[in-house]
């Protein structure tokens, strides 16, 4: 199967997928990404430490502004990936057609990326370091 839309999720679409995201489109310009929130905070702004543990990569995570998921996001995606079991379970249990085409973000390492959200920078930078890993893990699929 030919992956061109990947949707990337977590609970606020503010800090873990986000981060993804542009992880992805910076290794994937050509593919359409995007992510949302589970229970996403519709019209925020990335976190500002999610922000800063992008830019010392060199990415800009301005533009973003959550949104929360929904079946059209679902639907319109090759590949979801999430970042906890629970996640998953959720949207193939609320959005059954997203079975087999939902897997956790570290998957192939058998992880969960836990929330960092209202932590210090530092649990942000081992979340970012989780993160990019996973997503070089993905490369080979994708």
Request: hydrophobic share 35%; glycine share 4%; net charge positive.
């Amino acid at each position: 199967m030919q992956i061109k839309n990947i949707l990337v999720v977590c609970i606020g679409n503010i800090c873990r997928s986000p981060m993804a995201e542009y992880l992805l489109k910076q290794q994937y310009p050509n593919l359409h990404i995007e992510s949302a929130g589970i229970s996403g905070l519709t019209g925020h702004a990335a976190d500002q430490k999610a922000m800063l543990c992008m830019q010392r990569l060199g990415i800009d995570m301005q533009p973003h502004i959550a949104k929360k998921l929904n079946s059209e996001l679902i639907k319109k995606a090759d590949l979801i990936l999430v970042m906890s079991q629970n996640q998953q379970k959720h949207i193939e249990q609320t959005w059954p057609f997203a079975k087999g085409k939902t897997f956790r973000l570290g998957h192939w390492q058998s992880k969960n990326v836990s929330d960092p959200y209202q932590h210090d920078q530092t649990v942000f930078d081992e979340t970012s370091q989780l993160i990019q890993a996973c997503v070089t893990d993905w490369k080979q699929y994708i």
